[in-house]
């Protein structure tokens, strides 16, 4: 089975324009995503999965500087170009990475893809029920389950949540979650990067922890945040946006 995550990224984000190559000790925030989740065990390729839009040619820019494949598609159609892209490497297996999530726990990503291949499910996340941060978000299923699902709906929001059509017809589909043994202060909590708010939480993280272990894990982060409780202070009062 060849497992292949998609980073779903672009330039063109709404409420903070750019954020993928916003720089953290001097890299953009989607090539330190990608050399988090390259440390995954079980992932086979990554492909990042930008918009055929001239905006996102610096997005190609950087993948071919890092070496990591891209496939670009439709802006809108986000299902679509992730289909697509796991179309074009050859997956099995898609895990479904977004680009604001530049602290992705690949050890909790490999937990997931073990969790699938397992057998049994259609669909393992850690999103159903949130008991892990936002942030550390990870999504994986089948292509063949994808291009079902392309076949099944054309609702616009069904196209540009990619996987919110399998997790909202359970009846159809086998769907497991995954759940943290997190103290539920930090269930939900904002490790992800919409706001400028944001993005100073997850600089402050990792100018704490990545100059002393570039591999830190999630369990690093909470120690630090138990350690500095103000740090999820700076964006305590941004909402994350409704999906429907």
Known sequence: MRIVATIEARMTSTRLPRKIIRPILGRPILELLIERLSRSELIDTIVVATTSNPTDDVVEELTRKLDVS????????????VMRAAQAFKADLIVEITGDCPLVDPGVVDQ???IYLSGG??????????????????QVFSLKTLEEVAVLTQDPVDHEHVSIYIYEHPERFS?????????????????TVDTIEDFEVIRRIYEELYPVNPAFSLDDVITLLDRKPELLEINREIRQKEVR
């Open 70 to 81: 891209c496939y670009r598609g439709s802006e809108e159609d986000v299902l679509d170009r």
């Open 112 to 114: 997931l893809i073990g």
């Open 121 to 138: 499910y259609d669909y393992v996340s850690n999103t159903l029920r949130e008991t892990y941060p936002n942030g550390l978000d990870a």
């Open 175 to 191: 769907l497991f979650n995954l759940e943290s043994n997190l103290p539920e202060k930090y269930h939900g909590a904002r490790l």
